[in-house]
């Protein structure tokens, strides 16, 4: 249990954010990089998040921020 615990505190993480206007094709490019395939997708309500080990300590967490809410985050970020 300890051994598990060190070793997750080697493992490299990094969050990337994927913003743009609705049907931009962020969710097909998250599931093109996740599932290696594409699929027929829905608008995104909100955002999901998807986790992909790029290397043995390395992982990449997606977050894809659906197209309405990646303009009020824009729009907000302009004050
Ligand atoms: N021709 C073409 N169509 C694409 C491509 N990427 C996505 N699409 C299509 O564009 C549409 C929208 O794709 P999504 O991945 O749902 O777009 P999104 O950016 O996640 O949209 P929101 O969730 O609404 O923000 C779908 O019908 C996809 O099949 C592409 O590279 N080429
Ligand atoms: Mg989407």
Same mark, same amino acid.
């Given at each position: /249990? #300890? *051994?598990? @615990?060190? =070793?997750?505190?080697? $493992?490299?993480?990094? @969050?990337?954010? /994927? *913003?743009? +206007?609705?049907?931009?094709? =962020?969710?097909? %490019? *998250?599931?093109? %990089?996740?599932? =290696?395939?594409? &699929? *027929?997708? %829905?608008?995104?309500?909100? !955002? @999901?998040?998807? /986790?992909?080990?790029?290397? =043995?300590? !390395?992982? +990449?967490? &997606?977050?894809? $921020?659906? #197209? &309405? +809410?990646?303009?009020? +985050?824009?729009? %907000?970020?302009? &004050?």
């Amino acid at each position: /249990m #300890g *051994l598990q @615990n060190a =070793k997750a505190s080697w $493992v490299k993480r990094t @969050n990337i954010v /994927m *913003l743009g +206007l609705d049907s931009a094709g =962020k969710s097909t %490019l *998250l599931y093109r %990089l996740r599932y =290696k395939d594409v &699929f *027929l997708t %829905l608008p995104t309500i909100g !955002f @999901n998040v998807d /986790m992909i080990e790029a290397g =043995k300590d !390395f992982t +990449l967490t &997606f977050w894809d $921020v659906g #197209g &309405f +809410l990646s303009s009020t +985050l824009k729009e %907000l970020s302009a &004050f």
